[in-house]
């Protein structure tokens, strides 16, 4: 039992950390608090011959919907390597080192699944550059020039690249519609497969290899994005590209609504699914402030601490996490509880500090230390 409950300390304060994180980014960005983009989206798209690689970029940094997508890719991928380091760059050697010998067919097979899995984490890490060069590392190049395959194309004379190198493939779209039925290929390994759907947008073959609610969530945000600038490459008349069409791949066309919404729980389903800390983090990538404090307030327990034991969802650390959330929107002027302000934000907000303060009152009541129950009084 003392065990159980270390664990879910110790999951609550990772969670937590992981939150305040996810926080920092969207809201600097959606604060304003950083130079977004100096020039005309439309015209620096729109100019002549452009190159795939030049719009992707462009639309990465200017366009909102994208540029917040990103914000949360890159997050779940600094969220995953923190998780899973020790798995990642526990092996020593070339993977193809470690197979045992025997029988030859056995012994590839082998060797294929051990690349294609470690590969995976690392792109689900959100290091591509890695996982290339662990291929060539373990006498497989070809799959790095694979991976490399998805890569938007940059013709140095159009992109004003001072290297003068060609990057990206020219042939990007011929290249996804291959990895889409490639990634539906039933006899390659699942990591195989999931590194495909990737490339093409294939959201079936890489959910089969999410085990999280956070890696599903990546899954759907991955597509997404890629989704998203593959229309941009596909309607815009400037790009210059010998081949635009993709008759094949697959276009993920979802909000993050959507995903979140209670009737489509199913898209993200994994054990972790209803986790309220997952709960907070969808409502703050949805930019649902309203919800987020009717929520928190729900599961503040409503008697004393002794409803702590009772109550499946709330904790004192989920207590505490929720009155300081509320205390950031409050100073950021993002979510008022004042006299003035809508009369369900006055009720959420106090029922969200009030049993808090109960409980640090019931806490401290063995050695008679107020200071915190003034401090968060002084917030009502």
């Known amino acids: 039992m003392g065990n159980f409950k270390y664990q879910q300390d110790i999951h609550s304060f990772e969670e937590e950390q992981l939150t305040w994180e996810l926080l920092r980014i969207l809201y600097t960005d959606r604060l304003g608090m950083v130079e977004i983009f100096p020039y ?36 779940l991928e600094r969220c995953y390597y923190e998780e899973k380091n020790n798995d990642i760059y526990n092996i020593n050697g070339p993977i193809t080192n470690l197979c045992a010998s025997g029988d030859e067919d056995k012994y590839v097979e082998d060797v294929n699944s051990k690349i294609s899995k470690h590969i ?52 990007r779209n011929l290249f996804k519609e291959t990895a889409y039925i490639l990634s539906q290929e039933k006899n390659l390994d699942v990591y195989e ?41 596909s309607e815009n008349p400037n790009i210059f590209l010998e ?28 054990k972790d699914v209803r986790d309220p800390y997952h709960t907070i983090q969808s409502l703050i990538i949805l930019n649902d402030i309203p919800k987020l404090f009717q929520t928190l307030a729900q599961w503040a327990p409503k008697t004393g601490i002794q409803e702590f034991k009772k109550n499946t969802v709330s904790s004192p650390m989920l207590l505490r996490f929720s009155v300081h959330i509320l205390l950031f929107f409050s100073r950021m002027k993002l979510y008022s509880y004042d006299p003035d302000s809508p009369i369900e934000n006055q ?3 106090r029922d969200i500090i009030l049993p808090y303060i109960h409980y640090l009152i019931q806490k401290n009541n063995a050695n008679n230390s107020f200071d915190l129950v003034a401090l968060y009084t002084s917030y009502l």
């Open 193 to 233: 497969r999931a590194l495909y759907g990737y490339q093409a947008s294939n959201l079936e073959p890489m959910k089969n290899v999410c085990y999280t609610w956070k890696d599903n969530l990546w899954a759907y945000v991955t597509c997404m994005i890629h989704s998203e600038i593959d229309r941009e490459l």
């Open 347 to 349: 009720y959420y907000a």
């Open 243 to 270: 081949e635009k069409t993709m008759n094949v791949t697959s276009s993920l066309n979802i909000e993050l609504k959507d995903i979140f919404s209670q009737n489509s729980l199913e898209l993200l389903s994994t």
């Open 40 to 75: 005309n989206r439309i015209d620096y798209i729109n100019g002549i011959n452009s190159c795939d690689r030049q719009i992707a970029d462009v639309m990465s940094i200017a366009t909102h919907k994208i540029r917040e997508l990103t914000h949360i890719k890159k997050w």
């Open 120 to 171: 995976w984490h690392l792109i689900r890490s959100g290091k591509p550059d890695e996982a290339k060069d662990l291929c060539v590392e373990d006498g497989q190049p070809w799959r790095a020039t694979i991976l490399s395959g998805f890569d938007y194309f940059s013709d140095p004379i159009l992109y004003d690249d001072e290297q003068n190198t060609y990057v990206g493939n020219n042939n």
